[in-house]
């Protein structure tokens, strides 16, 4: 029994002393404001299931843009201003563009060989070139284009059969086979079956949600080993199904390969092309493990483009003028075609302004966390080496010293201002900023547009009467991308 108490109490005073040894080092040194932490939990009372929101309440009520706070153990700033966000992700990026990783982030090595996690150095450049240049260079985008139509005419082809019966279509569920599935034409030239597909959209949306959920042992570093909450050890699990599936993939090509059959020039033959080469003098060879840590972010990343579809057709459905003025655009510009072509979309301003204001209100990722790496002064404060730094995205695309109404869906205020979500304009920073700015947005912009406005054009959509009479419900579920908690339901009908 006694030995039971030891063990008990001693994660605990080694919890109390790390606090208290933080609490002496924090107190000559000039942090931002904030609110007055709780002994031990700190500020941790004051976040709720969606921590962009409680972050943006409390740096309002505190009138601090940039805001620290005391997260069980951690030191963590806030930047919840255009300005702000300018300081951190331009002035200052060189020292904060380190990823602040969770605990259960770094199973199974998968973030030695992530672009997600990767500190800003030699894996993580060269990494982040391969994907630049083999996968999202505007020369391999346009060759995929067909690859990117195949994967719009499958969605509509699934939305088609449901027009035929009458029935509502999974809009989120829809967006996000299309995207699944463009991702494996791009990564293995062919579909998943759909056993292994269901499998990948189930680990991707499992682990989104494990990854960003709140766990004790990134509040309390000194008790990470334990694994409280098993968090680490349901992510392992995930890590490895995902690592299984792509793993098949690697052997069947290898098998073909070696009976020498025709290559793919998909990127899995890319990638197996550059096994042992050292992409970046001093960083690892290109490796199976390099392989599986790439292509589980790119599976990752098609979350994002179904949660913005999603989104932008809930957004629409709220907003009959805006439904209206958008699809007599789409008819206006593209006629009796059945299908939008890539080049259309630059001509529908009235869309690429749809799809502004939906990232804009529903950026996927609101609150992407980095680490700094030196200490660092901003408006006078110091940021300690070390400190957990958020740049609330959400707040910072809804700024009130920014936008006219900016909590109300108006694409029009996108037709009066030259505003991009390239990093320049930090008022509008969807896809973040910065040496971290998302590496697929060159694909993202393309089908989004794409699938957006091919689902307008083809389909005039309405609300099924009980979501008709009791609203659209816009709550949202926080993971690595944002979904909605009641997945959006709506009813096509064939307009062509």
């Known amino acids: 029994m006694p030995a039971f108490f030891l063990a008990l109490a001693l994660p605990i005073l080694l919890v109390v002393l790390s606090y208290i040894l933080q609490l002496f080092h924090d107190s000559p040194r000039r942090l931002p404001p904030g609110p007055r932490p709780l002994l031990l939990i700190g500020n941790l009372h004051q976040l709720d299931h969606l921590p962009h929101r409680s972050l943006a309440r409390l740096a309002a009520r505190h009138r601090a843009p940039l805001m620290?706070?005391?997260?069980?153990?951690?030191?963590?700033?806030?930047?919840?201003?255009?300005?702000?966000?300018?300081?951190?992700?331009q002035r200052h990026n060189a020292d904060i563009a380190a990823r602040s990783i969770g605990d259960s982030?770094?199973?199974?090595?998968?973030?030695?060989?992530?672009v997600l996690c990767l500190p800003p150095r030699h894996r993580w450049r060269a990494l982040r070139r391969l994907g630049a240049t083999e996968l999202f260079s505007p020369p391999r985008l346009r060759a995929m284009e067909p690859l990117r139509r195949e994967a719009v005419s499958t969605l509509l082809r699934h939305v088609s059969d449901h027009a035929a019966r009458g029935a509502a279509v999974d809009v989120g569920a829809a967006a996000h086979a299309a995207a699944l599935g463009l991702l494996a034409r791009t990564m293995f030239s062919g579909d998943l079956d759909p056993r292994t597909a269901r499998e990948v959209s189930d680990v991707v949306d499992e682990a989104s949600v494990l990854a960003a959920g709140p766990n004790v042992s990134d509040f309390f570093p000194a008790l990470a080993a334990a694994d409280i909450q098993g968090v680490r050890r349901r992510m392992a699990r995930l890590v490895k199904r995902m690592y299984a599936i792509i793993d098949d993939q690697i052997e069947q090509r290898e098998r073909s390969r070696a009976a020498g059959e025709a290559r793919k020039n998909d990127l899995l033959d890319v990638m197996l092309d550059k096994e042992g080469e050292v992409e970046e003098e001093g960083t690892d060879d290109v490796s199976h493990n390099t392989i599986r840590g790439l292509f589980t972010d790119l599976f990752t990343g098609g979350e994002t483009t179904s949660h913005t579809i999603e989104c932008a057709l809930a957004e629409l459905l709220q907003s009959p003028n805006s439904m209206r003025k958008v699809q007599e655009e789409l008819k206006s510009v593209i006629g009796t075609k059945q299908q939008i072509d890539e080049a259309d979309?630059?001509?529908?301003?009235?869309?690429?302004a749809v799809v502004k204001e939906t990232l804009r209100l529903h950026p996927p990722v609101p609150l992407p966390p980095y680490e700094a790496e030196a200490t660092v002064e901003i408006q006078g404060y110091t940021i300690p080496k070390g400190t957990k730094v958020l740049i609330n995205i959400w707040a910072i695309n809804r700024c009130p010293d920014a936008w006219i109404e900016p909590n109300r869906f108006m694409p029009e205020r996108f037709l009066e201002a030259e505003i991009n979500f390239m990093g320049r304009d930090f008022h509008f920073i969807p896809f973040g900023a910065g040496r971290r700015i998302c590496l697929g947005l060159p694909l993202a912009h393309r089908m989004v547009h794409l699938m957006l406005g091919s689902l307008l054009h083809r389909f005039r959509w309405t609300l099924p009467a009980e979501v008709e009479k009791n609203g659209v419900d816009m709550r949202e579920r926080f993971g690595l991308a944002l979904s909605l908690v009641v997945p959006l339901h709506a009813i096509p009908q064939e307009i062509h």
């Open 68 to 89: 620290s706070l005391r997260l069980g153990a951690v030191l963590t700033v806030v930047a919840s201003s255009p300005d702000v966000a300018r300081e951190v992700l």
């Open 105 to 114: 982030m770094r199973t199974g090595g998968h973030c030695d060989n992530s």
């Open 345 to 352: 979309t630059s001509k529908l301003p009235y869309l690429q």
